[in-house]
């Protein structure tokens, strides 16, 4: 699946994932390939972003943590998320 996260300084990630693990307001939920279509808001919390390889910008790269080289996590403070058509979209705080 896509996944996109865009802040309102710069779309800091875009790229085919694995797996995806949010922090909704009624706690963290995982999205995975063909997940069926959802809206949610997030609350403050970590995006964990599972996948095969990684390409960021340098000027993004800083605000990423590598937990290892198919892990990489994010902390938001909120956001909405979009699943649909095997796309997530992330709207980040």
Do not use: C, W
Not at 11 to 16: D, Q, Y
Not at 28 to 33: E, K, R, W
Not at 66 to 82: A, F, H, K, M
């Amino acid at each position: 699946m896509i996944l996109e996260i865009v802040s309102p300084e710069a779309t800091l990630f875009k790229g085919e994932v694995t797996s995806v693990t949010l922090p909704g307001v009624d706690g963290s939920f995982q999205i995975l390939n063909n997940h069926a279509p959802i809206v949610s808001i997030l609350k403050n919390g970590e995006v964990k972003i599972t996948a095969s390889r990684f390409d960021f910008n340098d000027n993004v790269e800083a605000k990423f943590n590598r937990i290892n080289d198919q892990n990489y996590t994010l902390s938001i403070n909120s956001g909405t998320i979009e699943m649909k058509d095997n796309k997530v979209i992330v709207l980040a705080d």
